[in-house]
C-alpha cells in the first residue's frame, strides 16, 4: 500500500502561484508513476500532469502546459506542482495519484492509477 497526502493549496489571486506537494508513506515511491488530477464542482476529474520515476518523463494537459511544472525528490518520496499565472479557472479540488503500470499512453486515464490521496483545495480569485 501506498498512502498518498497532498499538501499546499489555498486561496490565491489570478496570476499568483502556488506550489503543491504530495507526500508518500507507506511503501516507497520506487518505480511509482504519479499523475495530478483536478475536480472542479459538477465537473468530471480531469488530468493535469504526470511524471515517471526517473522524472525524465513527464506530461501535461493543453491547459497547463507552459504554467505549471511537475517534479519529484524520490529520496524525499515527495512529487512537485507548481502552479504559475494561476487563472480562476484553475480552481478546483487536486489530487496526486499513482502506479506502476502506467505507459505514456495511459497517464491521462484516473482508472489507471491505483493510488489517491484525498485531495487539496485550489481557489483562485479574479
Known amino acids: 500500500q501506498v498512502q498518498l497526502v497532498e499538501s499546499g493549496g489555498g486561496l490565491q489571486q489570478a496570476g499568483g502561484s502556488l506550489r503543491l506537494s504530495c507526500a508518500a508513506s507507506?511503501?516507497?515511491?520506487?518505480?511509482?508513476?504519479v499523475g495530478w488530477f483536478r475536480q472542479a464542482p459538477g465537473k468530471e476529474r480531469e488530468f493535469v500532469t504526470a511524471?515517471?520515476?526517473?522524472?525524465?518523463?513527464?506530461y501535461y494537459a493543453d491547459s497547463v502546459k507552459g504554467r505549471f511544472t511537475i517534479s519529484r525528490d524520490n529520496a524525499k518520496n515527495t512529487v512537485y506542482l507548481q502552479m504559475n499565472s494561476l487563472k480562476p479557472e484553475d480552481t478546483a479540488v487536486y489530487y496526486c495519484?499513482?502506479?506502476?503500470?502506467?505507459?505514456?499512453?495511459?497517464?491521462?486515464?484516473?482508472?489507471?492509477?491505483?493510488?489517491w490521496g484525498q485531495g487539496t483545495q485550489v481557489t483562485v480569485s479574479s
Open positions: 507507506g511503501r516507497t515511491f520506487i518505480g511509482y508513476a
Open positions: 495519484a499513482a502506479s506502476r503500470s502506467l505507459r505514456s499512453s495511459t497517464v491521462y486515464y484516473p482508472r489507471e492509477y491505483d493510488y
Open positions: 511524471i515517471f520515476w526517473t522524472g525524465t518523463n513527464t
